[in-house]
């Protein structure tokens, strides 16, 4: 979508600009950047996403974005999104029939955040909060919740997501009038950020594509920004 938003994809020589379009993916006539994407080596890299910047190609009022950060990948496109306020683990690649069924709601590829709330929740809102929450009038799919670290007046949690609804996490806690301090996605899948500092990138491993499809282990805490 966001290559599309950009002008960057040609279908059977003809630029498509709605985000709406559909086409199949097997079409041999999809340019983007005018290479054809059938032929081309894929490749997937990692960025630890830093708070403030936008996960967008360009923005109309000069704020930064994620390829600020990825000078020489001019044609890596974002496998989902991170909101500007929220930071961590951010995949992009250069496959958009990789990312499509890496997104695919009925893949199942869990994507594990930790949150930083004020004011803590209790032991019995948690467990009621993963059981039974709902958003525009859908109830969401099951969720893992656990709580990692409380400090009085802030308390970190771990969430495990199995599907990607628009700042589902921030609007969940709003309703239960929390307010998010931070939000760090550590995971997705069993592949963690691990050790890379904020802005940081690098390639992924043909090894760990396996990793991506695995049900996520419990993230270690000592990672967590100090109080």
Known sequence: MEWIRAGRVEVDGRRIL?????????NPGIRIDGLDITASTRQVLLLHKPRGVLTTR???KGRAT?????????WLAPVGRLDQASSGLLLFSNDPHWAQRLLDPDQHVAKTYHVQIRP?????AVAQLAADSVLDGEPCLPM????????????????????????????????CDREVLRLIRVAVGN?????????EW?????????LLRQTPTPRDTHCLPPE
Not at 18 to 26: G, V
Not at 66 to 74: A, F, K, N
Not at 202 to 210: F, I, K, T, V
């Open 144 to 175: 893992q919740i656990r709580e990692l670290r409380c400090g009085g007046k802030t308390q970190w949690l771990e969430f495990v997501l199995q599907e990607g609804r628009n700042r589902q996490i921030r609007r969940l806690l709003a309703a």
């Open 202 to 210: 690098r390639w992924l491993r043909s090894d760990e594509e396996e």
């Open 120 to 124: 803590p929740l209790s032991t019995d």
């Open 58 to 60: 360009r923005d109309e």
């Open 191 to 199: 592949l963690p950020l691990g050790e890379l500092r904020a802005g």
């Open 18 to 26: 709605d985000p709406e379009a559909r086409f199949p993916l097997s």
């Open 66 to 74: 994620v390829y600020d950060l990825l000078p020489g990948s001019p």
